[in-house]
């Protein structure tokens, strides 16, 4: 069985007022308006529409529609020249076949059915009017003096559509007017279902040292409405929201000056904000991509790095092969065509074969990053290149004091030499006795080690320790 709704429904822009009430205003979207859209990346964005409203003198009804369906209630305001807010009301009943059979409890509604006719194919249309008792698992009816369960019918008519019963979600406001005549109103407010992110393209040459970095911000809207024409922002900084259910602080972009054309960045309060240079359409259910920075000439300097297993010490592994790590660093200074803050995202790496073709050969997530700070991406692990790591000796001196000999063998399997980061982390109070290459403290319990690989060729790291724990 279908339901079929059959309305009438008429709507003018200023309603006549019932005696005693005061006139309505009924505002939509049209000629005239501006939007400006402010997007953060916690899933809401801030909404200014401003429209040309005529309105009479002295009391009146407002009604602000063609909004987002996912507004904040809370926090919309409205302003305006010589107007007064007096009461304001978000008014979500919307319109559906149930909410209209809820409303039309204990009402008249008229059923039309359809009978097979006397000949093949005819059908004969009739029509008769019954009382809508419930709509609990299905429709209960009084027709004429029978009570009937599910009758069949092929259309329901309703006479008119119920007061406060909306097709889309609307503003009331209750306005003072000082005056009549037409004025712009704006009004703001927060909604949710919008959101903002960044993510990076870095093509590197066929030498891998150098290359080009591309960012884009892709808006994914499901908001409920669309932003024709709409002065874009977008907000970026850690901005703290008070919590409802989820705890902490959710985390926005950080900034990035944009070397778009397209794109403007300023500091705003303690964070950043972006602004598109021209008004662009936000569709409904919709992605929008835009150019956030190019930069070409890019250096990219390449890391061979074997990390020691977590905890390894006290493990006590005797052998163990290991994957060599990439890592892809770049310096985000303006000497490197960079220098601006990067917002966190995800950077996809391609990198130029011999033909000239760019191939995709890893991605990583990268955090916020000022200007003049270091970019670090994992490319993936080393095909060519081999870790093997043994434990060679180890004595007890007392309950609380030890020593450990290790090595770790690298076997290059590439046309060119490489440089291996071997970094060790070393537990309790420990003391350096000897060692095959110099190393570096990178803090109270980690050391690292740079290891220099001939082309088809390997080396060996040797170190023994003393840790008392």
Same mark, same amino acid.
């Given at each position: 069985?279908?339901?079929?709704?059959?309305?009438?429904?008429?709507?003018?822009?200023?309603?006549?007022?019932?005696?005693?009430?005061?006139?309505?205003?009924?505002?939509?979207?049209?000629?005239?308006?501006?939007?400006s859209?402010?997007?953060?990346?916690?899933?809401?964005?801030?909404?200014?529409?401003?429209?040309?409203?005529?309105?009479?003198?002295?009391?009146l009804?407002?009604?602000?529609?063609?909004?987002?369906?996912?507004?904040?209630?809370?926090?919309?305001?409205?302003?305006?020249?010589?107007?007064?807010v007096?009461?304001?009301?978000?008014?979500?009943?919307?319109?559906?076949?149930?909410?209209?059979?809820?409303k039309?409890?204990?009402?008249?509604?008229?059923?039309?059915?359809?009978?097979?006719?006397?000949?093949?194919?005819a059908t004969?249309?009739?029509?008769?009017?019954?009382?809508?008792?419930?709509?609990?698992?299905?429709?209960?009816?009084?027709?004429?003096?029978?009570?009937?369960?599910?009758?069949?019918?092929?259309?329901?008519?309703?006479?008119?559509l119920?007061?406060?019963?909306?097709?889309r979600?609307?503003?009331?406001?209750?306005?003072?007017?000082?005056?009549a005549?037409?004025?712009r109103?704006?009004?703001?407010?927060?909604?949710?279902?919008?959101?903002?992110?960044?993510?990076?393209?870095?093509t590197?040459?066929?030498?891998?040292?150098?290359?080009?970095?591309?960012?884009?911000?892709?808006?994914?809207?499901t908001?409920?409405?669309?932003?024709?024409?709409?002065?874009?922002? *977008?907000? @970026? #900084?850690? /901005?703290? !929201?008070?919590?409802?259910? $989820?705890? %902490?602080?959710?985390?926005?972009?950080?900034?990035? =000056?944009?070397?778009?054309?397209?794109?403007?960045?300023?500091?705003?309060?303690?964070?950043?904000?972006?602004?598109?240079?021209?008004?662009?359409?936000?569709?409904?259910?919709?992605?929008k991509?835009?150019?956030?920075?190019?930069?070409?000439?890019?250096?990219?300097?390449?890391?061979?790095?074997?990390?020691?297993?977590?905890?390894w010490?006290?493990?006590?592994?005797?052998?163990?092969?290991?994957?060599?790590?990439?890592?892809?660093?770049?310096?985000?200074?303006?000497?490197?065509?960079?220098?601006?803050? *990067?917002? @966190? #995202?995800v /950077?996809? !790496?391609?990198?130029?074969? $011999?033909? %000239?073709?760019?191939?995709?050969?890893?991605?990583? =997530?990268?955090?916020?990053?000022?200007?003049?700070?270091?970019?670090?991406?994992?490319?993936?692990?080393?095909?060519?290149?081999?870790?093997?790591?043994?434990q060679?000796?180890?004595?007890?001196?007392?309950?609380?004091?030890?020593?450990?000999?290790?090595?770790?063998?690298?076997?290059?399997?590439?046309?060119?030499?490489?440089?291996?980061e071997?970094?060790?982390?070393?537990?309790?109070?420990?003391?350096?006795?000897?060692?095959s290459?110099?190393?570096?403290?990178?803090?109270?319990?980690?050391?690292?080690?740079?290891?220099?690989?001939?082309?088809?060729?390997?080396?060996?790291?040797?170190?023994?320790?003393?840790?008392?724990?």
């Amino acid at each position: 069985m279908r339901l079929h709704l059959v309305v009438g429904l008429s709507l003018v822009a200023v309603g006549a007022a019932s005696a005693g009430s005061p006139p309505e205003v009924v505002s939509q979207a049209g000629q005239g308006r501006t939007l400006s859209l402010t997007v953060y990346n916690v899933g809401r964005a801030l909404v200014r529409d401003g429209r040309p409203i005529s309105l009479p003198g002295g009391a009146l009804t407002l009604e602000f529609r063609d909004i987002a369906e996912h507004v904040m209630p809370e926090t919309v305001s409205i302003a305006g020249d010589g107007v007064t807010v007096l009461e304001q009301n978000y008014e979500y009943d919307l319109l559906s076949p149930q909410t209209l059979l809820a409303k039309y409890l204990g009402r008249d509604v008229t059923l039309v059915t359809e009978e097979p006719g006397s000949t093949p194919g005819a059908t004969v249309r009739k029509e008769l009017v019954g009382r809508l008792l419930s709509i609990e698992n299905g429709t209960v009816w009084r027709i004429g003096d029978r009570i009937v369960s599910n009758p069949p019918y092929r259309q329901l008519v309703f006479g008119e559509l119920p007061e406060n019963l909306r097709e889309r979600p609307t503003l009331v406001w209750l306005l003072s007017s000082e005056r009549a005549g037409e004025r712009r109103l704006e009004a703001t407010y927060l909604t949710s279902g919008i959101t903002w992110k960044a993510d990076y393209v870095l093509t590197l040459g066929s030498g891998g040292d150098v290359g080009s970095l591309l960012g884009w911000v892709t808006l994914d809207n499901t908001s409920g409405a669309s932003y024709p024409e709409a002065t874009l922002q *977008l907000v @970026a #900084g850690d /901005v703290h !929201l008070a919590p409802a259910g $989820r705890p %902490g602080p959710q985390p926005v972009m950080m900034a990035a =000056r944009a070397v778009s054309a397209e794109m403007r960045e300023e500091a705003f309060a303690e964070y950043h904000l972006y602004t598109l240079d021209r008004p662009t359409t936000v569709k409904d259910r919709q992605q929008k991509q835009v150019a956030l920075l190019e930069a070409d000439g890019v250096k990219a300097v390449r890391h061979y790095v074997v990390e020691s297993p977590q905890w390894w010490y006290v493990q006590r592994i005797s052998k163990q092969k290991q994957d060599v790590r990439v890592d892809v660093e770049i310096t985000n200074r303006a000497d490197n065509h960079l220098g601006m803050a *990067l917002p @966190a #995202g995800v /950077v996809r !790496l391609y990198q130029r074969d $011999r033909r %000239g073709t760019a191939q995709f050969v890893g991605e990583d =997530r990268i955090e916020h990053t000022p200007k003049d700070e270091l970019v670090k991406v994992t490319m993936g692990n080393a095909f060519d290149v081999i870790a093997e790591r043994r434990q060679t000796d180890y004595r007890k001196l007392s309950d609380n004091l030890y020593e450990d000999a290790f090595e770790v063998t690298v076997r290059n399997h590439k046309e060119s030499a490489v440089t291996v980061e071997v970094r060790e982390q070393l537990g309790g109070d420990w003391e350096m006795l000897s060692n095959s290459y110099p190393f570096e403290k990178l803090s109270a319990f980690g050391v690292s080690f740079s290891v220099p690989v001939p082309a088809n060729g390997e080396a060996k790291l040797t170190y023994r320790v003393r840790v008392h724990s």
